[in-house]
C-alpha cells in the first residue's frame, strides 16, 4: 500500500534560518511524483512545489527546494532564509501511475519565531 | 482569474438536514475532487471526478454524494449530515485526468459544523 509519513508534527525555527520538513514515502511504482503544499492560518491549501521519480535534478521554487533522495525514499521541502509568513502547515502528497489519486501525509506545522 | 471556489465558507447545521456544497472551476480542468481536512488526519479523499458523469469513490464515501452534470461544477452533498462529518472539506480540480504530474489547486475550504 501506498503510505506518505511526516515524523515531526511541529516545529519552531528562528526567523532567517533554513528549515528542512521530512517526508518518507512508500510505494512499488517505478514512476511517481510528489508534491508539497502550504496550508496558513487562514485555511486555503498552496501548492509549493513537484518532483517527479525520473527527474534527475532536485526541484527548486524561489526559496523552496526539495530534497530528493530515492533510495531512502525521502523527499523533504527545505525552505531557505525562513520568514515569519512561512508559519503554516505543511502536508507532503503523492500520486503514482497506478494511484493518480494524491495520498497525503498528516503535516507538519512549522512556527516561525521572530 | 483563474481559481476553485466553493460555497458556502461556513455552515452551521443540525442533524439530519440535507445541504449542498457547491464547487466551480473556470479553469476548464478535466479532474476534480472532494477532500475533508480533519486534525491529525491529513486530507482524506471523499469523491472524485475524471470527467463529466464520471465520479468514482476515494478513502471516505460514506454520508455523501456527489454529481458532475457539467466540467466546471462538481457539488458535494450530504443527505442527512451528523456530527462526525464537522469537518473542512476542499474541493480541489487539475488540468488532466490520470497524469500523476497535474498539480491539484484548491479551493477555499467550506467548514461545516453538523451539531
Known amino acids: 500500500a501506498q503510505k506518505i509519513t511526516q515524523t515531526q508534527p511541529g516545529m519552531f525555527v528562528q526567523e532567517k534560518e533554513a528549515v528542512t520538513l521530512d517526508c518518507t514515502y512508500d510505494?512499488?511504482?517505478?514512476?511517481?511524483?510528489l508534491f508539497w503544499y502550504k496550508q496558513p492560518s487562514s485555511g486555503e491549501m498552496i501548492f509549493l512545489i513537484y518532483q517527479g521519480s525520473y527527474d534527475e535534478q532536485n526541484a527548486t521554487e524561489g526559496r523552496y527546494s526539495l530534497n530528493f533522495q530515492k533510495a531512502r525514499k525521502s523527499a523533504n521541502l527545505v525552505i531557505s532564509a525562513s520568514q515569519l509568513g512561512d508559519s503554516a502547515m505543511y502536508f507532503c502528497a503523492m500520486s503514482s501511475d497506478s494511484n493518480y489519486q494524491l495520498i497525503w501525509g498528516a503535516g507538519t506545522k512549522l512556527i516561525i519565531k521572530p | 482569474e483563474a481559481q476553485v471556489t466553493q460555497n458556502p465558507r461556513y455552515l452551521i447545521t443540525v442533524t439530519g438536514k440535507k445541504l449542498t456544497v457547491t464547487c466551480s472551476q473556470n479553469?476548464?480542468?478535466?479532474?476534480m475532487s472532494w477532500y475533508r481536512q480533519d486534525p491529525g488526519l491529513g486530507l482524506r479523499q471523499i469523491y472524485y471526478s475524471m470527467n463529466v458523469e464520471v465520479t468514482d469513490k476515494g478513502d471516505v464515501p460514506e454520508g455523501y454524494k456527489v454529481s458532475r452534470k457539467e466540467k466546471r461544477n462538481f457539488p458535494l452533498i450530504l443527505e442527512s449530515p451528523s456530527p462526525n462529518q464537522t469537518s473542512l472539506y476542499f474541493c480541489?480540480?487539475?488540468?488532466?485526468?490520470?497524469?500523476?504530474?497535474?498539480?491539484?489547486?484548491f479551493g477555499p475550504g467550506t467548514r461545516l459544523t453538523v451539531l
Open positions: 480541489a480540480s487539475s488540468f488532466r485526468t490520470g497524469v500523476k504530474s497535474d498539480t491539484q489547486y
Open positions: 510505494t512499488s511504482d517505478q514512476s511517481y511524483g
Open positions: 479553469m476548464n480542468h478535466e479532474y
